[in-house]
Structures are given as C-alpha cells and as structure tokens.
Nanobody
Framework: QLQFVESGGGLVQSGGSLRLSCAAS????????VGWFRQAPGKEREGVSCIRSSSTYTNYADSVKGRVTSSRDNAKNTVYLQMNSLRPEDTAIYYC???????????????????WGKGTLVTISS
C-alpha cells in the first residue's frame, strides 16, 4: 500500500529553520514527482514545492521562493523540504504527495495524486 509519513515539524521562532522529511513506504519513490503542500487553519491546502523524479527540476510557490529547498534521496525513499527564514504565516500542517507532473504551483492540487500522509505540524512564533 502506497503510504507517506511526514516528519520534522515543530515549534520554532520566526527566522528559524526546519527540515521536513517525507518517507515513502509500500512503493519505490524514484519514478515519481513529489509535491509538498500545506494547510493552515481555516484555509485551503496549497502547493509549496514540487520536485521531479530525477531531481533535475524543482518548482516553488511564490510565498516560499528563496526560503525553501526541496531535495530527495531516492536510496532512502525520502523527499525533504528545507525551510529557512520561517515566518508566522508558514504555520500549517505540511503534507506530501506524488504528483502527475510538476506544473504551476498555483494549480498544484490539480496534479496531486492525493496519497497524503497524516502530515507534520509546523508552528512559527513571532
């Protein structure tokens, strides 16, 4: 059964950093594009980043561009999201999903396979 487990969230002060992990089980991740998403309280889920299976291309939402880097280690079946210069508005539950393609992040949900894990909570204090 295809499954993701997200981890690495926590409570940090504004300006701090976190590295999130997305570990896949039940399938081999190396042939899939993978997206990171987040959902803040009372808001819709939104795309944060997308990384292609070969790691040759990554795309980021404008709200995180320059502060976030997605990477992957296919040998570990894991995708990462390094987040720096965190802001209170980054507070959300972060999820990952395989993607049909890495398209425009504003339409990322349309490309998600929706095989979400339980997510990992990121809380940024001001």
């Amino acid at each position: 059964q295809l499954q993701f487990v997200e981890s690495g969230g926590g409570l940090v002060q504004s300006g701090g950093s976190l590295r999130l992990s997305c570990a896949a089980s039940g399938f081999t991740l190396d042939s899939y594009d993978v997206g990171w998403f987040r959902q803040a309280p009372g808001k819709e889920r939104e795309g944060v980043s997308c990384i292609r299976s070969s790691s040759t291309y990554t795309n980021y939402a404008d709200s995180v561009k320059g502060r976030v880097t997605s990477s992957r280690d296919n040998a570990k079946n894991t995708v990462y999201l390094q987040m720096n210069s965190l802001r209170p508005e980054d507070t959300a539950i972060y999820y990952c999903s395989t993607m049909y393609a890495c398209g425009a992040m504003t339409h990322a949900l349309n490309f998600a396979s929706n095989n979400w894990g339980k997510g990992t909570l990121v809380t940024i204090s001001s």
